[in-house]
């Protein structure tokens, strides 16, 4: 299977100090590399129609904004309002924290009604896993339990590789697990010896079985982060383009 045209976003958290200096100007660097999208985790104190023009300009489209629980919470509206107005469809919860089995199931309650407020304006909710979901509850882990008693309308999955990675499963079997309910997916790369963060294609992850069982799943848009970089950031993220398209 040839990548050369897949969707590929950039999760900007990967150059968050360079957004901190200059946020229009990392944008320009992004688009120059050669992403079609990015994905917010944070707006840099742009107006939604100034970030709708910048990003009308460079051709990148908005592939989803992580906004904190909290801030879904209390101003939900307000950041419908903003995602609407830029053109992003995707609203991502980003993280929760969790001490018992009782928290995932009320979690998935309080994430069926954002989704569904969130649908009734044609936005799609996903939840961004990290490790810490995989705890095991009488043989079904903690994120299970979220999607479990959730409605598939209303709450979508974005996978992260690398921390199903981290937590011991394999991403592609887990990807296909929630087929059709899958629309955003995290690429990440794993240094084999430390777990570290590696750019795509220098670490041990299966990136091609990750790929195609995301393609077969019906994913929209593969988002590469790198949460730390050993590399200028941009370097890591311009390296992981590359490897992604060399495959």
């Given amino acids: 299977m040839i990548y050369m045209?897949?969707?590929?976003?950039?999760?900007?958290y990967t150059v968050r100090n360079e957004l901190k200096d200059d946020f229009v100007g990392t944008l320009e660097k992004v688009a120059e590399i050669g992403?079609?999208?990015?994905?917010?985790a944070g707006y840099g104190g742009l107006k939604a129609n100034e970030m709708r023009r910048h990003l009308e300009r460079l051709g990148l489209t908005p592939t989803g904004s992580h906004i904190s629980l909290d801030a879904l919470k209390s101003n939900l509206d307000k950041e419908i309002e903003y995602n609407l107005e830029i053109g992003n469809k995707y609203i991502v919860c980003p993280?929760?924290?969790?001490?018992?089995?009782e928290d995932f199931i009320e979690t998935a309650k309080l994430f069926n009604e954002i989704g569904e407020k969130c649908a009734e304006k044609g936005l799609i909710f996903c939840y961004h896993n990290h490790n810490h979901?995989?705890?095991?509850?009488?043989?079904?882990?903690g994120l299970d339990l979220i999607y479990e008693n959730s409605n598939s309308n209303f709450l979508k999955a974005e996978i992260d590789t690398y921390w199903v990675k981290y937590a011991g499963e394999d991403p592609a079997s887990y990807i296909k697990k929630y087929s059709g309910r899958v629309p955003l997916?995290?690429?990440?790369?794993?240094?084999?010896?430390?777990?570290?963060?590696?750019?795509?294609?220098?670490?041990?992850?299966?990136?091609?079985?990750?790929?195609?069982?995301?393609l077969e799943a019906g994913v929209k848009?593969?988002?590469?982060?790198?949460?730390?970089?050993?590399?200028?950031?941009?370097?890591?993220?311009?390296?992981?383009?590359?490897?992604?398209?060399?495959m």
């Fill in 185 to 214: 997916v995290h690429l990440k790369d794993m240094d084999g010896a430390t777990k570290d963060f590696a750019e795509i294609g220098e670490g041990i992850m299966n990136i091609k079985d990750i790929i195609d069982a995301s």
């Fill in 95 to 101: 993280w929760n924290k969790y001490e018992a089995k």
């Fill in 35 to 40: 992403y079609k999208g990015v994905e917010f």
């Fill in 5 to 12: 045209d897949l969707p590929l976003s950039l999760q900007l």
């Fill in 133 to 141: 979901e995989f705890v095991n509850f009488d043989g079904k882990y």
């Fill in 221 to 246: 848009w593969f988002i590469v982060e790198q949460d730390v970089c050993k590399r200028p950031p941009l370097e890591s993220a311009k390296i992981s383009f590359h490897n992604i398209n060399k």
